[in-house]
């Protein structure tokens, strides 16, 4: 009986000299990292806050598809694709994310001539997104939206900026009669009343009929806009929509990145 609890004794020993040694090594030649599910850093929680990621934005809620719409061209292969995105996050946008549209078959299986492209949204916005006359598959029946959530970036609207400062006015649909070549044409102005200069504005047009379904869309893009100026867009549509219904009512967006340092004059950033 001696000699057993001798022998328990000296595993134990065995078992702590080890256990401490593992132990040292670990510690040693361990780096921390923001996803070892340990606060083990200056984390304000695990693995959030501090050096990693702030806890804040882990708890965002990534954007909600609302719509899915796509026509295709019967006299041939393109297509236009909108999406409509919500963010339910009021405080957070996302400054840049990756996305793709996957071409679906009857059967659900992913056809070729995906679309991939780069956007943003805004907090608490429910925004378009767009690509028209893009080649797809004659079997196209459905589309698939999806974003990259590695790519997000994630950031909050700087104090200055107010979308209410950019004015879309004197908007205008009609259809197109000869000698003028097209079908229709959706044109305003965008006037700029800020006190600052910005890039890229993308103007969206959407069209209803008269119970409010989409008959077509379509975007133009502003490339410079200046403090204090005005400048007009044209969207403009080549043939005849395929909802045949007439244009009841219609909305036009201005889209500008505000979270993007790059849409503002240097003076600006902060």
Do not use: H
């Amino acid at each position: 009986m001696k000699r057993l609890f001798k022998q328990f004794i000296i595993a134990c020993v065995y078992f702590l000299l080890f256990a401490g040694f593992a132990w040292l090594m670990w510690g040693l030649f361990y780096v921390p990292t923001c996803t070892d599910g340990i606060k083990n850093q200056n984390e304000e929680n695990t693995d959030c806050g501090g050096v990693c990621q702030s806890c804040e934005i882990r708890s965002l809620s990534y954007p909600l598809v609302a719509r899915k719409i796509f026509s295709i061209d019967p006299q041939g292969n393109a297509t236009d694709v909108a999406i409509q995105l919500k963010n339910p996050n009021l405080s957070w946008g996302l400054k840049s994310f990756d996305y793709k549209i996957n071409f679906l078959d009857s059967s659900n299986r992913i056809l070729p001539g995906s679309l991939s492209g780069k956007s943003f949204l805004m907090p608490g916005a429910s925004q378009w997104l767009m690509q028209t006359a893009k080649f797809a598959p004659a079997e196209l029946t459905e589309v698939e939206f999806e974003i990259a959530s590695s790519t997000i970036e994630w950031n909050k609207l700087r104090p200055y900026v107010s979308e209410n400062e950019f004015v879309i006015r004197d908007k205008q649909y009609k259809l197109l009669s000869a000698p003028a070549a097209g079908y229709a044409e959706l044109t305003g102005t965008v006037e700029n009343k800020s006190s600052f200069n910005v890039n890229n504005v993308e103007v969206q047009g959407v069209l209803f009929d008269k119970e409010k379904r989409i008959i077509s869309f379509g975007r133009t893009v502003i490339f410079s806009l200046r403090q204090d100026e005005a400048r007009q867009f044209r969207i403009f549509w080549p043939k005849q929509f395929i909802n045949r219904n007439p244009v009841a009512s219609f909305d036009v967006f201005a889209n500008i990145n505000f979270l993007a340092d790059e849409s503002f004059l240097q003076r600006y950033k902060q």
